[in-house]
């Protein structure tokens, strides 16, 4: 049982890839790539309680998309929490609500943030006393990104992307979110990059993918018109080839004194690197007013990963925190 109570609630952050290098096919199916992620102010929320009876392990979904969100066993909470108990022996139940802030198919890890967030939910809940380290070995069973969401800051992933080393780095970014009305599927988004490939549309890997040396140089600096130079994402062909009017939301950025601006991991969300929080609100209106974004948001990074947050006494429907 939780210190706390009868009730844990965790937060867990979105990411943004500041450079994705995609490197070929490999036999499992996944791609062997690099890339440097930075865990932004967009926050998935996970509360965990015991249920009354003998029930299992369930799950509500609530917050923007969350009709798109199974609440079956494929759900990754639930999954996340089925795993944590099968590989601890603790019993598996648990009364997960998850509100949903990251878009759903977003390219920004909400899900993985879900996956996160449950694991060291429950794990409080359960009093399974985990490392990070082994909650995200875990995570990293789960799906690619979840071991960063419980790692945050800014760092560099290997691998399937699971493999994490931190970033040295300084300073604040200030980001734009243009977020789709619609989700991309990120498999789609690799098999995409894959054709473009084979029909020598973009450019074929190295074999082992590398990240531009100008980004460390730039994140050291704590330079943003740096880091905003240095930014790459190899999906951004396949992504914009399946949404062409991500093309549009790119070139307004630019045209409205962005550093920088990519797609975010696999998409649809386009990520805008601005100087400080004036440009952000100054880009964020120009966003909304050309009509390119069904959304927009603005966010910082970094900041930390999956952190436990004070629940607040208040109805079931609204699952609550003080800090934000
Ligand atoms: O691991 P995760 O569930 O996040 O990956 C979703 C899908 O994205 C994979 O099934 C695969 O098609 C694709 N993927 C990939 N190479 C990676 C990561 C993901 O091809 N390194």
Partial sequence: MSPRGDRVVVRAPAKINLALRV???????????????????????????LPEDDEGVSVVVRGPGAAEVPTDASNLAVRAALLLAERTGAAPRARLAVRKTVPVGGGMAGGSADAAAALLACDLLWGTGLHREELAELGAELGSDVPFALVGGTALGTGRGERLSPVLGRGEYHWVLALSPDGLST????????????????????????????????????????????????????????????????????????????????GPTVAFLV????????????????????DVRRVTGPVPGARSVEPVATSPHHPSHSSR
């Avoid at 490999?26 to 967009?42: C, I, M, N, T």
């Avoid at 704590?222 to 093309?247: H, I, M, T, Y």
């Fill in 187 to 266: 498999p789609q988004v690799y098999a995409e990059l894959d054709r473009l490939r084979a029909a020598g549309e973009a450019p074929v890997p190295e074999l082992e993918p590398d990240v531009p040396q100008e980004l460390g140089q730039a994140l050291r600096s704590g330079d943003p018109a740096r880091v905003g130079a240095a930014l790459v994402n190899d999906l951004q062909e396949a992504a914009c080839s399946l949404r062409p009017g991500l093309r549009r939301a790119l070139a307004l950025g630019e045209d409205h004194g962005a550093l920088g601006g990519l797609v975010s991991g696999s």
């Fill in 23 to 49: 490197g070929p096919l490999r036999e499992d199916g996944y791609h062997e790539l690099v890339s440097v992620f930075q865990a932004v102010s967009l926050f998935e929320e996970v509360s965990a309680r």
């Fill in 275 to 294: 100087p400080d929080s004036d440009a952000a609100l100054e880009l964020a209106v120009a966003l909304t007013a050309s009509g390119v974004a069904s």
